[in-house]
Structures are given as structure tokens and as C-alpha cells.
């Protein structure tokens, strides 16, 4: 029941969802920045807490039986299992789930920093307002150094943090073996020949030992054998009578607020851009895979490629692609070309990235073995990709290009409506709807829009991506 | 075990008449275990013994107290199981080990469960190390260890607690050949030992030399649904000796029991014999032939357990596949022994087109399931059903993890019968020649 609900939370674009909060926030705080600042820390909270929730709850989901076992038959308290069993068990999927949404964080970052509610324009100190100065203000040199500012500061973050976590995580891993390659960190080594996680470690062991005597008291991890069921039946209906109650409450007040304020015309307004802003998304995931997939097959099938190129596209996926509108806004202006065109590469600066680095990571899971077979039986060129290559790489092209959608929907919002200097570009769709709604502090419209986008995305999630999966997994899976 | 129960006279363990069910996918129960009853006392070893799907891992995750009994009870020391059983530990077919604790970590973990303080904790769990044999290898991590290593780990945190009672699901088949021989001998010098901290031992296995070896008890399980067959003492001295006379002719014994007495298909499955309750065995028709042309070069007549130790083999893989020649009649047993049929002769004479012709016939007479499957098929114009039919069909009868092993059965036969085809996309299976009896 509350499966399909984080399902939904997860897949929800965050931008529109900062400009209804930002209301709320500046509700409660009116007039001090920390309004704003909360508000911003919020949208960047909610854009990774789903996911990691999700993330989270798959890997209690696939835990191994026997561990299970294992943990009740010791007897071992709710919080030894916790932390012994459940969150190791949780690490690596929680890791990658993190530096996924964080890079995508530095995104909504530098939009939440500057953002218009009510025709007013709040700006936070931090390179993301700066950003949107120097661009306000053409100084094209100012804009050159922030975006040399976040490539140091996306390196230092992925050398001090993420390499020495990902690294450190491998003693995470199921299963026999380590991987034949594993990731090293010259930080992490470095921590390690010196004294300081044995300081700390007896630091906090007599801590340790005394919360694990306190929690004593939530009990153990075992369940009783007998369950009586007529009262669990009980329980499980209630449960969900209450949620679909709220969820028919909120609908039903939420279509009479639509209507009181705009009419219901406007859901079929909202609909009409949303196919619009739709066929970006569409032409961006085809010319994107179109592009990436054969240069991410190049470098994932060539190992020494692949350990340049892996850390360079995962520093690009994580650059936000916000800081270089302004000079794609430029070009546009410059060459006539129209921003109804024009927001898709605006799009695809941001999420082309997903799709080049799942199909890397793809192609150099290709077994040797295949490949060997491929050049035995003297595969020509077309046909070596036909048979092997495509049909190899098919499940992690879904995994980049769900995502990479997703992000497309997200940036729509900022990439719709540009402007640099004194020009503004805004182009027809969804995504410009939202914005200028926010912008003009239309609740209403803001609403409406964003609850039409929730609807393409969830939907087009259940009836497209869903699909692909599967047929990913029970035809084009290599193990 | 520390633990004292109301009753230290009560028996170590009881089960008491227990079935355990699962719900079929249209409301009908599918029984695993059926009626029964176990005492297990102070002192001894009892070892499970079934095929696999005789319900023998499932009766001692009850006794664990990790899953509950559809109806009966399970009693430790007078109390019935509310939960994990507080006087067992146990030890695993694929050792369990938390990967991301150290060997010391592992086996610390029930002493530090039990509240115990740090230092005795530390003492308790390097002496259980030491004893097993682990010396040195207190700060490895179990993916640094062979499988064999591992094992040792996994008794260490079963012995360590001190439990009453010690349970072992399969500890040793995932082991090779020598690993487990030694893991066995050294078992059985813990047990002679004085200090010895469990009271009793009951282990779950396939392998009836394994269980002839270690155990006073052998209660063998009969599949579907499980109930106790037969029950076997071993009242051979320790250390045992396998060619000791004695102890073949438990091993034939508990041969014959395993395999004997089972409804055989000798001749044509009785009438009634249908899907539902006669189960394809899982064997592959490679398999089957390999093991006709070992049967035929044993001069057409083999002791099974010759048999299958010659091939290192445990009954557990063997009797699948002799199950499956006896259902299409390419193989006879009687008792422990196996002879090769006249069919199974012929059969096994005959070339590729041939044979798969012979075998075409013999599986869709004598294989329920594919009867059924090519009866519909031909009574369907266009010749063509989708999968999820049968699938249907025969959730009825079985699990999900059962039907789809049955159907990759009927599958993989009536495929290499050329007797129907399958399209795996559309998952559907469809007639390879509308014409009955001709074959390309």
C-alpha cells in the first residue's frame, strides 16, 4: 500500500513541487531569509529522501533467508539487528543512491537558490544566485569562473567523500568474491595507515556497548509463530480505508480548489503543454541514445577507456547543467533558432549524461566470453552489434533512459523559460507553464500544473518503463 | 544451554503431530508436511532423511521455532514454541555468515545478543574459535575464507552459545568430497569429546551414508507430503567404518527404504495417474540417457549405492533421474537395485531420430503431464495454448516454484520429443506436427 505511494513521491518533479513548499515556508518565516534557506534545503531533502527510502526498502525486501535466520535464532535485539544486519545489508545500494541524488542535488541547488514566488525574487548567498547575476548582468568572464568554481568543488566533494565511501563500502558486498577491479581511494588509504579510526573506534566502543545495553528494551528481533489473523485483517483494512479515505479527501479538495479558483478548463490547458513539453522529452531520449549509446558502447568495451572516461562522465552527470544556460541562451539569441527547439538541447544538457553512463557501465559487463564467440564466428560489423552489443546493453539503456526522463521533465521547468541580459526566451510547454504560474504566484495554476506533470511522469512510468523492465529482465539479461 | 526451562525430566524436544500447509493459488491447501511426530532426547543425534521436496529443511526450521506449524505443536523441554527456539542454535547449508563482520565479529554476535559483557564475550569466542580449529583467523572475513573454513565458522557460533540442542540443515553438501569427509570425522571427535557443549545434535540430509555415519537415529521422510517413512536405528560403535559389513547393509537398507517403497510406475501409471498427483521428477533427457548407458555398461543390472558412489554422486541427484527413467520405462528398480528395461534397451541402441521418436511415445504415454499437454494441444484447432493455462492448471496441485519446474520439465521432454514446441516470447506452446503419431 505505501509501496506505490513512495512510488509515486519519488517520481513527483521536485522543481514544481519547491515553488509550492517555498509558500509554505515563507509562511512560517516570513521576512527573514532563513524562510528561503529552509525552504531551499527542503526541495534538495525531498529530492533524494524518496529514492533512498525506496532504495532502502528494496534491499530489507531481498534480504537473504538464512540471514533472517540467522539473526532470530541468536536472538539478537531490534538494534543489534539493525545494525549488524539490515544496514550493512542496505550500504552499497544506499551509497549509489546518494551520489546519484546528489549530483542531481547541485541541480536543484543552484535553482533554489534564486526563485520568484509572488513576483517577488528571493536569492540566497551561494554560486547558484551568483550564477544567475552574472547572467542577469551579461558578464560573461563571471560566469566562466563559477562554472571552474563547481568543477572544483564537484572534484574535491568526489575525491574527499564518495571515492573513499565507495571504496570503503566493498566490505559491504554479498557473496563470494570482490570485484575483479576494485574501487581504490588514496584518501581512504590514507585514513587507514593512520591512527585515527583506532582513536576513535575506543572512543565510542564503551558508547557503543552502552547503547546496545539500553536499547535492550525495545526487545528482540524474533516474531511470534502465531499471528491471529482476523485481527491483522482488521488492522490491514482499517489502514487502508484511512489512506484511501485522505487520498479521495485531498483529491476531492484539491479539484474543487482548481475549480473555484480557475476552472477545470485549465487541467486541459495543463494537458495540452504537457504533450508538448512530452515530445521534447521524446525527441531528446531518441537523439540522446541515438548519440550516446555507440559512444558509450566505444568506451565501456575498451577497459582502458573505460577507467578515463567512467570518473569524467560521472563528474559531468553531476555538473548542473544550469550553469551553462546561459550560454545556450546566447547561441539561441544569436542564431534565431526558437526555444521551442532550442529547450531540448537546454534539457539534454543535464540528463544526456545518465544514459552515456549506464550504457558504459553495460558494455563492460559484456562477458568475454560472447565477445570471443562473436569474433570466432567472424561476426560482421552490423551484425556483432545486432546480436550482441544491442541486445547486451538493452537493460542498462532502460535504467539511463528512466532516469534520464525523468530529469528531462524536472528541467523543463528551468529550461523552458531562459533569459540572459535583458532577453527572454520562453517557449510553449508544460515547464514554461509551471514557472510562470510560480513567478505570478498563481497557486492555482501552479498546482495544476504540476499535478498534470506528476500524472505523465507516474504514468508514463507504469505504462512504458514498467514494461521495458521487464522485458529487459526476462529477454536481454545476461546472468 | 543456561537456558532452564519449567521442566529439566521433560524430553529435549517433542513434536507433536504436526502438518504444516501452504495455500494453493484457488484456496486449496498444498501439504508439505503431514502428521508428524518426533522426540528427541538428551544425548543423542537424529538425523532427517528425504529426498529433496520430502519437506525435511521446512520440519526443522519448525523445530527452530522459525516457522510455525499449520496445526500440532512443537515443545522444547514442556513448553510449546512461541517463537525462535531458546535452547537450538543452528548451523547452514550455505553457512550464513554475515560477510561484513570478522571471523571473531560472526561468532561474538549470539554472546552479545545474550547481553554477556564485552570481555567474556572476547574469551568465550576465541576459545570456540580455537577449538574448531580456527586459529589465526580471528580478524579474517569470511569471503577471505575457503568453503570448508567457513563451515568451521558457522559451527563456532553454533557452539559458542552452549544450546541444549544443535541443528544442522545440510551442513556439509556444500562442500566438496574431502572438505566434508574431514568436516564429518571432525564432528565426530566433538561429539566423542566430554566437553561437547550441545546435549543433542539433529541433522537434515540427503546423503545416507552421511547420516548412517553420524547418527543414532535415521527418521526417513516420504515426499508429498512429507511424513515420516520409516525410522532406523544405527547402533554401530564410533568412529564408524564404512566398509565395515554392518554399515553397508544399513546403507542398503535405508536404500531400499528411500527408493522401494515409493509407488513406482513398473508398468503403466494407473489410470487415475494424472498431472496433479504425479509429479514429472526434475531430470533432464541427457541425464536420463547417461544414466541408461551406465546402468547397460554395468552388464544391465546395478547396485544404486555402487552406483552412485562410483560416481561421487549423492542419492539426492540420482534418484531424480532414476525416478524419471522408471516413469517412462526405460529403467526397472527393485529394492536398491536397478535394471535396464527392454525398452530402455532399444532405446539406448537406437540413433538420434530414432530415439527421439521412442522417446516421443514413452513420454506421451507415461508422463501425465505431457499427455496432458499434447492431448490439449490436439484438441484445439490451430494447435496452439498459451503457457498460462497449464500454469494454472496445475497451481492447483502446486507451488509457484513447483509449477514452474514442472512445466520446464514437460517443456524440456516434449521438446526434445519434438512432440509440441515452445515460443518463450509469447510463451506459448504449440503442436510441431498436427498429424498424431508422425514425426519429422
Redesign the interface.
Given at each position: 500500500m505505501l509501496i506505490p505511494l513512495l512510488d509515486v513521491l519519488q517520481s513527483v518533479p521536485v522543481l514544481g513541487f519547491l515553488s509550492v513548499t517555498m509558500t509554505i515556508w515563507l509562511a512560517l518565516f516570513p521576512t527573514t531569509e532563513l524562510g528561503i534557506e529552509l525552504a531551499s534545503v527542503f526541495a534538495i531533502f525531498t529530492s533524494q529522501v524518496w529514492n533512498m527510502t525506496f532504495a532502502f526498502y528494496q534491499s530489507l525486501v531481498t534480504q537473504?533467508r538464512?540471514?533472517d535466520?540467522?539473526a532470530?535464532?541468536?536472538?539478537?535485539?531490534r538494534w543489534?539487528r539493525f545494525w549488524?544486519?539490515d544496514v550493512?545489508h542496505g550500504v552499497i545500494p544506499l551509497t549509489w543512491n546518494g551520489m546519484m541524488s546528489f549530483g542531481g542535488g547541485w541541480f536543484f541547488l543552484v535553482a533554489s537558490e534564486v526563485i520568484s514566488v509572488n513576483n517577488e525574487t528571493f536569492a540566497l548567498p551561494g554560486i547558484g544566485a551568483y550564477v544567475a547575476a552574472a547572467s542577469e548582468q551579461e558578464q560573461i568572464g563571471r560566469l566562466l569562473l563559477a562554472i571552474v568554481t563547481m568543477i572544483c568543488m564537484i572534484l574535491v566533494v568526489d575525491v574527499v567523500f564518495w571515492r573513499p565511501l565507495t571504496a570503503w563500502m566493498e566490505?559491504?558486498?554479498?557473496?563470494?568474491?570482490?570485484p575483479a577491479e576494485p574501487q581504490r581511494s588514496i584518501v581512504l588509504d590514507l585514513l587507514r595507515r593512520s591512527n585515527l579510526p583506532r582513536l576513535l573506534g575506543r572512543a565510542l566502543r564503551p558508547a557503543g556497548?552502552l547503547l546496545?545495553?539500553i536499547t535492550?528494551v525495545f526487545g528482540?528481533t524474533?516474531?511470534?509463530?502465531?499471528v491471529d489473523a482476523a485481527r491483522r485483517r482488521i488492522g490491514d483494512t482499517v489502514f487502508t480505508v484511512v489512506v484511501l479515505a485522505l487520498l479521495a479527501w485531498g483529491l476531492v479538495e484539491m479539484l474543487l480548489y482548481i475549480e473555484m479558483r480557475t476552472g477545470l478548463g485549465e487541467v486541459v490547458v495543463a494537458t495540452g503543454l504537457g504533450l508538448v513539453t512530452f515530445g521534447r522529452v521524446v525527441i531528446l531520449l531518441v537523439v540522446a541514445s541515438i548519440v550516446w549509446v555507440p559512444v558509450g558502447l566505444w568506451i565501456g568495451l575498451d577497459p582502458t577507456v573505460t577507467r578515463i572516461a567512467q570518473p569524467v562522465v560521472q563528474v559531468l552527470a553531476s555538473f548542473p547543467a544550469n550553469f551553462l544556460f546561459p550560454f545556450v541562451t546566447l547561441l539561441l539569441l544569436h542564431t534565431g533558432i526558437g526555444i521551442d527547439a532550442g529547450g531540448i538541447v537546454l534539457m539534454a544538457l543535464g540528463s544526456q549524461w545518465y544514459i552515456l553512463f549506464n550504457v558504459i557501465a553495460g558494455a563492460s559487463a559484456i562477458p568475454d566470453d560472447l565477445r570471443e564467440a562473436a569474433t570466432m564466428l567472424r561476426l560482421g560489423r552490423r551484425q556483432r552489434w545486432r546480436t550482441l552489443y544491442l541486445p547486451a546493453v538493452f537493460g542498462s539503456w532502460v535504467t539511463g533512459a528512466v532516469t534520464a526522463a525523468g530529469g528531462a521533465w524536472n528541467a523543463s521547468i528551468v529550461a523552458e523559460i531562459v533569459s540572459y541580459g535583458g532577453h527572454t526566451l520562453e517557449a510553449t510547454g508544460l515547464g514554461a507553464y509551471i514557472a510562470r504560474a510560480t513567478e505570478t504566484g498563481d497557486a492555482a495554476r501552479t498546482l495544476v500544473g504540476v499535478a498534470v506533470m506528476s500524472l505523465f511522469v507516474v504514468g508514463l512510468n507504469r505504462v512504458f518503463w514498467h514494461r521495458l523492465y521487464a522485458l529487459a529482465a526476462s529477454?536481454f539479461s545476461l546472468t | 544451554m543456561t537456558v532452564l526451562a519449567p521442566t529439566r525430566h521433560a524430553p529435549l524436544l517433542e513434536v507433536d503431530r504436526i502438518s504444516r500447509s501452504f495455500p494453493g493459488a484457488d484456496g486449496s491447501a498444498l501439504t508439505v508436511l503431514d502428521d508428524i511426530t518426533v522426540t528427541i532426547r538428551d544425548g543423542e543425534i537424529v538425523a532427517l532423511l528425504g529426498k529433496s521436496g520430502s519437506g525435511k529443511s521446512t520440519l526443522l526450521r519448525t523445530i527452530a521455532g522459525l516457522i510455525a506449524p499449520t496445526s500440532g505443536e512443537v515443545r522444547y523441554r514442556g513448553a510449546p514454541l512461541t517463537g525462535a527456539n531458546p535452547g537450538a542454535s543452528m548451523v547452514f547449508q550455505s553457512f550464513a555468515l554475515l560477510p561484513w563482520l570478522t571471523v571473531q565479529g560472526n561468532v561474538e554476535l549470539g554472546l552479545r545478543a545474550a547481553g554477556l559483557p564485552a570481555e567474556e564475550c572476547r574469551e568465550r569466542a576465541l576459545a570456540a574459535i580455537d577449538a574448531i580449529g580456527l586459529d589465526g583467523f580471528e580478524t579474517a572475513y569470511p569471503r577471505e575464507l575457503s568453503g570448508g573454513m567457513r563451515q568451521r565458522v558457522g559451527f563456532a557460533r553454533a557452539f559458542v552459545t552452549q544450546p541444549d540442542l544443535l541443528l544442522m540443515d545440510e551442513p556439509f553438501s556444500a562442500l566438496d568430497v574431502l572438505t566434508s569427509e574431514n568436516l564429518r570425522g571432525e564432528l565426530t571427535d566433538l561429539w566423542g569429546s566430554p566437553d561437547f557443549p550441545t546435549s543433542s545434535i539433529c541433522i537434515v540430509t540427503h546423503n545416507i551414508e552421511e547420516a548412517v555415519l553420524l547418527a543414532d537415529r535415521v527418521l526417513v521422510l516420504g515426499a508429498n507430503p512429507g511424513r515420516i517413512k520409516d525410522e532406523v536405528t544405527i547402533g554401530l560403535s564410533r568412529p564408524r567404518d564404512r566398509h565395515d559389513p554392518a554399515f553397508e547393509a544399513l546403507v542398503d537398507r535405508l536404500y531400499a527404504i528411500l527408493t522401494g517403497r515409493e509407488p513406482r510406475q513398473e508398468s503403466l501409471p494407473v489410470p487415475s495417474a494424472g498431472p496433479l498427483n504425479t509429479p514429472l521428477p526434475a531430470a533432464g533427457v541427457d541425464g536420463m540417457a547417461g544414466l541408461v548407458e551406465l546402468v547397460h555398461g554395468a552388464g544391465d543390472s546395478v547396485e544404486l549405492p555402487d552406483l552412485a558412489e562410483s560416481l561421487l554422486f549423492e542419492v539426492d541427484d540420482l534418484l531424480p533421474l532414476v525416478d524419471a527413467a522408471g516413469m517412462l520405462g526405460l529403467l526397472a528398480t527393485d529394492g536398491a537395485a536397478v535394471r535396464v528395461t527392454e525398452t530402455g534397451a532399444s532405446w539406448q541402441r537406437a540413433g538420434i531420430l530414432d530415439r527421439k521418436a521412442a522417446f516421443a511415445t514413452l513420454a506421451e504415454n507415461r508422463a501425465p503431464l505431457v499427455r496432458t499437454i499434447v492431448t490439449a494441444l490436439r484438441a484445439t484447432p490451430g494447435g496452439v495454448i498459451r503457457e498460462g493455462f497449464f500454469r494454472d492448471l496445475l497451481r492447483r496441485g502446486y507451488s509457484a516454484a513447483d509449477t514452474e519446474e514442472q512445466l520446464d520439465i514437460a517443456i524440456d521432454w516434449g521438446r526434445y520429443g519434438e512432440l509440441f514446441h515452445y515460443d518463450a516470447v509469447r510463451g506459448s506452446l504449440g503442436l510441431d506436427d498436427p498429424d498424431p503419431g508422425g514425426h519429422r
Open positions: 537473504p538464512d540471514l535466520e540467522v532470530r535464532l541468536l536472538r539478537l535485539t543489534q549488524r544486519l550493512p566490505r559491504f558486498r554479498g557473496g563470494d568474491t570482490g556497548w546496545d545495553r535492550r528482540v524474533d516474531r511470534p509463530l502465531h529477454r | -
